[in-house]
C-alpha cells in the first residue's frame, strides 16, 4: 500500500480513441492528451434522500451513476484542432474541439499508475467531450482550456496482467 | 540580433538629438578598478545579457512551459553638480528605448541613481519576458 506518485510524468495519463480498451484498458494508437495540468475522474452515485417520522435523519437511496472525467489543459494546436497528416484515430485526426462539436462518443483511458507493468490500474470507459473553453490572456502567456468527457455508461477499473 | 544589441541601436536612436551624450558598444568592465561609465562621462554603457529561466506551467507530462527573462543593465554617468538641463528627456529616452524589443509577452524598465563624489550615475535595469 503507498500513495501514488505523480510527478515521473508517465501516470495520470489521458487516452482518447475511437476503437474500445483492450482488456488491460488500454487504447490501441490513442491520443495521449498532452500538458495536462490536473485531472478528476469523478464517479458519483445518484443518490435521493427522503424523510420519514421516525427517524431524525434523513435516508438515501441510490439511482444511477453519473460518472465524468474533467481535466484543466494548455491547448497544443494539433490535439485542440487537429491534425490531418496524423495515422491514428479520428480523435487525432479531427481534434478535440471538432470531434466535440461533432458530439462523436470516444472511447477514453485513464493511465493511473502508468502503463506497461503488470498491476497498473487503467480506469476507462466511453463518453462525449464537453467543457471545451480555450482561454487566452496576456497575463497566462498561452492557451489554457477546462475538458470533461460526460461518460456514458459506467466506468471499468481494470489492472494489466 | 540580440536584444543587447537590439537596444544599444534604439538608445543610439533616441539620443540622436543629444550631441553630448553619446552610446559605446563596449561592455562595461573595469579599466584600472574604475568602471568605463565613471571614467567616461556622458557615455552610455550596457552590460551584457542575463538570463534566468523559470517553470511557468508543470504538466502531468512533463511537458513543462517554461518563461525566460532577459535583463539588460546600462549606466550612464554625468556630472552630479552640471547636469543637463533636459536629463529627464534623456532618462525617459533611455527608458522607452525598451519598446523596440517585440515578440515578449511583456517588459519593463526602471532606473535609480547614485552620487559618488561629484558624479551621479544612473543605472537603468531592463527585462524582457518571452515564453
Redesign the interface.
Known amino acids: 500500500m503507498a500513495v501514488i506518485n505523480?510527478t515521473s510524468?508517465?501516470?495520470?495519463?489521458l487516452t482518447l480513441g475511437n476503437v474500445a480498451p483492450d482488456s488491460d484498458g488500454i487504447i490501441s494508437g490513442g491520443l495521449?492528451i498532452?500538458?495536462?495540468?490536473?485531472?478528476t475522474v469523478n464517479a458519483t452515485p445518484g443518490t435521493v434522500r427522503y424523510s420519514t417520522l421516525d427517524s431524525t435523519a434523513s435516508s438515501a437511496f441510490t439511482t444511477v451513476n453519473e460518472n465524468s472525467i474533467s481535466l484543466n489543459v494548455?491547448v497544443d494546436d494539433e490535439v485542440m484542432f487537429g491534425n490531418a497528416t496524423a495515422t491514428g484515430n479520428s480523435v487525432e485526426i479531427n481534434g478535440l474541439l471538432p470531434t466535440s462539436i461533432a458530439k462523436t462518443e470516444v472511447y477514453f483511458s485513464v493511465a493511473v499508475t502508468g502503463t506497461g507493468t503488470t498491476g497498473d490500474i487503467n480506469i476507462s470507459g466511453q463518453g462525449f467531450i464537453g467543457g471545451l473553453a480555450p482561454t487566452a490572456s496576456?497575463d497566462s502567456?498561452?492557451w489554457l482550456s477546462p475538458m470533461e468527457i460526460i461518460v456514458n455508461g459506467e466506468l471499468t477499473k481494470t489492472a494489466e496482467s | 540580433m540580440s536584444k543587447r544589441s537590439d537596444l544599444i541601436t534604439q538608445i543610439t536612436t533616441n539620443l540622436s538629438g543629444h550631441s553630448n551624450i553619446s552610446i559605446s558598444e563596449e561592455l562595461p568592465f573595469d579599466s584600472g578598478g574604475i568602471p568605463l561609465y565613471d571614467k567616461n562621462l556622458n557615455v552610455v554603457y550596457v552590460d551584457e545579457e542575463e538570463i534566468v529561466v523559470e517553470q511557468?506551467?508543470?504538466?502531468?507530462?512533463?511537458?513543462n512551459?517554461n518563461?525566460t527573462t532577459t535583463t539588460l543593465t546600462a549606466y550612464l554617468s554625468t556630472d552630479a553638480k552640471n547636469q543637463f538641463n533636459d536629463i529627464n528627456t534623456v532618462v525617459a529616452n533611455l527608458l522607452i528605448a525598451r519598446n523596440v524589443v517585440t515578440n515578449v509577452?511583456d517588459s519593463n524598465s526602471d532606473y535609480e541613481t547614485e552620487i559618488t563624489d561629484d558624479v551621479i550615475t544612473y543605472t537603468f535595469e531592463y527585462n524582457f519576458i518571452t515564453?
Open positions: 505523480v510524468g508517465d501516470q495520470a495519463i495521449q498532452p500538458f495536462v495540468q490536473d485531472i494548455l496576456i502567456a498561452v | 511557468l506551467y508543470r504538466t502531468l507530462d512533463q511537458g512551459v518563461q509577452t515564453v
